[in-house]
């Protein structure tokens, strides 16, 4: 483990003050664009190689290894598409909005390299409809590339013109579902489709079509000038390479910051956080979809083993929501659950269905109606929802279920209490003749 | 028995002579996103964008008119704008205050900021003020955490709010609201 300052975040101030939009001419001042200048003097599948041997995992939430992403790419087939997933909907993550506000060109410079190496036609860009002042800012970004011979010219060897377009989503947390963020760009209701077909296979507009994260794009110049050694050398074995960590909750100084993957959730919060405001209690580190974790849980490395090693779902975004002993863990949940049960696209009856009844079960514990089987039922509907249990087309149903899953095997008490305490036993409430 | 029955030979808004995509939209689209796409289809989100931008709300007329403009059948326009939260049917105020409701926000207190306006203003998340000035929503994660809680007015984000603060800024937006005319 070797952390040598910031890779990602390296242009922008840490001082607030002192940030500022970096356009292209302070970019390429920089350092900026000279590593694709490098790249397209390289046989493409050298390329690829060089980002299979870093180890570099998804940015995105999934951790799947980027550059063998990209070898499942049918040869010889065109036009191939790459989708830079910008969605960025899931609560308590921000770090993608943050790298572009002030660098969008460290992703772009990414984009194109990562387009060389896969003979790519036209990279989509879709950004969230909610980020509006950072549409305007990587509009002008990708302009600037295109007048500067960036985009809009031919991969060197070949008679393919790569494009770059942003594509703007209009709210929904389900596009940035790699499957339903293909269907929002096709122009349809972004519903997640069944895999296989794998997107590399058909992915948009039925084409081979590979699906990054930006935080993953904006790794690959790191990798091309420094090589996968020094990139691997950051993180642990399983985990290569720097992290952009966006912190919120209960702490002094909320933010994005970066370090090394592999470091401890408590450090990470004391050495850029400013600490917990009060006393820790639990806390997402990940990004809800991953489940919480305990109190005793607070020194957890933020890398890809913390699945399995602190029971949660993964590592996620490695976005951390501080949550201190004030806090009612039980309307935490609620939230939660609120949000997958309005973000549910409706096509799978136990995500359908399951998130809205895990939805008015917690909401009768939050108002005082809760019953003493009511722990046991919510268990259940979260259990048989996602695709892990295999009954779900997507992966938000897996979110709803472990959200529901680490909150009651590590706090219960917390919800037993609000059984016990203020529970009107013996009380039905109905509505429309159903008990709710 | 009696059935109160609704009159469906006439459609639910009054068609207007004057299109909703006018001819500076169509050109802007054709021009700009067309080429961009395999499939005219997929520039529902620009078109729909641009609508919204110049209308503030989808009428049932643009739909059938984007549905002709970009030759698929107008339930699929429908099935796909009815899905996405930014796209709108009903009306709103001349400022729409979305105010993120997910973790870090309601950690943070965003319920206080939704009552205080309760308060004051008199409507709930939904609703819209009579002076249709101010219409405000509840959002999921506007993924801007660190700065909790946070709430867009139109395009602009706010945070971290106070009650009273926020209130204040609401009170002082001016009667127009500055208007981008060129969207994306």
């Given at each position: 483990m070797a952390y040598p300052g910031?890779?990602?975040?390296?242009?922008?101030?840490?001082?607030p003050a002192q940030r500022e939009l970096i356009r292209y001419a302070d970019y390429v001042a920089s350092g900026g664009y000279a590593m694709l200048k490098k790249s397209l003097t390289m046989p493409p599948g050298d390329i690829v190689k060089m980002v299979i041997d870093s180890g570099l995992r998804g940015r995105?939430?999934?951790?799947?290894?980027c550059g063998t992403k990209w070898t499942f790419l049918p040869k010889d087939l065109h036009p191939r598409y790459l989708a830079v997933n910008?969605?960025?909907?899931?609560?308590?993550?921000?770090k993608d909005r943050y790298l572009c506000e002030y660098d969008p060109h460290i992703m772009l410079e990414g984009i194109a390299i990562a387009a060389y190496a896969n003979s790519i036609t036209n990279s989509y860009i879709?950004?969230?409809?909610?980020?509006h002042k950072q549409f305007h800012i990587l509009e002008d970004a990708v302009k600037e590339a295109y007048d500067n011979g960036?985009?809009?010219?031919?991969?060197?060897?070949?008679?393919i013109v790569h494009n770059c377009y942003v594509h703007k989503g209009a709210?929904?947390?389900?596009?940035?579902e790699e499957t339903g963020l293909l269907e929002a760009l096709e122009g349809k209701r972004g519903w997640p489709r069944i895999k296989p077909p794998f997107p590399a296979v058909a992915?948009?507009?039925?084409k081979p079509t590979i699906i990054n994260n930006v935080e993953t794009l904006a790794c690959i110049p790191y990798i091309v000038e420094n090589g996968p050694a020094a990139f691997k050398a950051m993180g642990t074995p399983s985990s290569a390479g720097p992290k952009l960590m966006g912190i919120s909750g209960h702490v002094n100084k909320p933010g994005v910051y970066e370090d090394e993957l592999g470091i401890p959730l408590s450090k990470l919060v004391e050495k850029y956080g400013?600490?917990?405001?009060g006393k820790y209690k639990a806390a997402?580190?990940?990004?809800?979809?991953m489940g919480v974790l305990g109190?005793?849980?607070?020194?957890?490395?933020?890398?890809?083993?913390i699945g399995k090693k602190y029971g949660?779902?993964?590592?996620?975004?490695?976005c951390p929501t501080i949550m201190n002993d004030t806090t009612d863990l039980v309307r935490m949940t609620r939230n939660c659950i609120r949000f997958y049960a309005h973000e549910s696209?409706?096509?799978c009856t136990p995500c359908r269905e399951g998130s809205a009844w895990a939805y008015k079960i917690l909401n009768r514990m939050v108002e005082g109606?809760?019953?003493?089987?009511d722990l046991d039922l919510l268990m259940e509907i979260g259990l048989a929802q996602g695709i892990m249990p295999g009954?779900?087309?997507?992966g938000l149903a897996d979110g709803t279920n472990w959200v529901i899953k680490t909150m009651l095997q590590k706090f219960r008490p917390d919800f037993e209490k609000v059984i016990k305490s203020d529970a009107v036993q013996g009380v039905e409430v109905t509505v429309g003749g159903v008990s709710v | 028995m009696a059935w109160i029955a609704q009159?469906?030979?006439?459609?639910l808004e009054p068609t207007r002579?004057?299109?909703?995509?006018?001819d500076a939209i169509k050109q802007k689209i054709s021009e700009k996103?067309?080429?961009?796409?395999?499939?005219?289809?997929?520039c529902m989100l620009p078109l729909f964008h641009e609508v919204m931008h110049t209308y503030g709300f989808i009428a049932p007329q643009a739909m059938d008119e984007a549905a002709a403009f970009l030759e698929i059948s107008p339930s699929e326009v429908q099935d796909a704008v009815s899905?996405?939260?930014?796209?709108?049917?009903d009306k709103t105020g001349t400022y729409v205050v979305n105010v993120c409701r997910s973790l870090a926000c309601e950690l943070l207190g965003h319920e206080k900021i939704l009552q205080k306006i309760r308060d004051v203003?008199?409507?709930?998340?939904?609703e819209t003020t009579d002076d249709h000035k101010i219409t405000v929503l509840e959002v999921e994660c506007l993924g801007a955490c660190e700065f909790a809680p946070c709430a867009l007015i139109n395009e602009d984000l706010h945070g971290p709010l106070t009650p009273d603060g926020f209130v204040k800024t609401l009170q002082s937006l001016p009667a127009e609201a500055k208007h981008d005319a060129s969207t994306h």
């Open positions: 910031p890779v990602l975040l390296k242009r922008i101030p840490d001082d995105g939430g999934a951790g799947f290894p910008f969605d960025e909907s899931e609560p308590c993550t921000f879709f950004i969230r409809g909610e980020y960036i985009f809009g010219v031919k991969h060197p060897g070949t008679e709210g929904a947390y389900i596009c940035g992915g948009a507009f039925a400013g600490g917990v405001k997402f580190h990940g990004g809800i979809s109190t005793d849980q607070f020194d957890a490395p933020m890398d890809f083993d949660v779902l993964g590592l996620g975004t490695a696209c409706g096509q109606r809760g019953k003493t089987k009954t779900t087309i997507c | 009159n469906r030979l006439q459609p002579a004057e299109p909703y995509l006018t996103y067309f080429p961009r796409y395999p499939t005219k289809r997929a899905f996405y939260e930014e796209f709108r049917f203003f008199g409507i709930d998340p939904g």
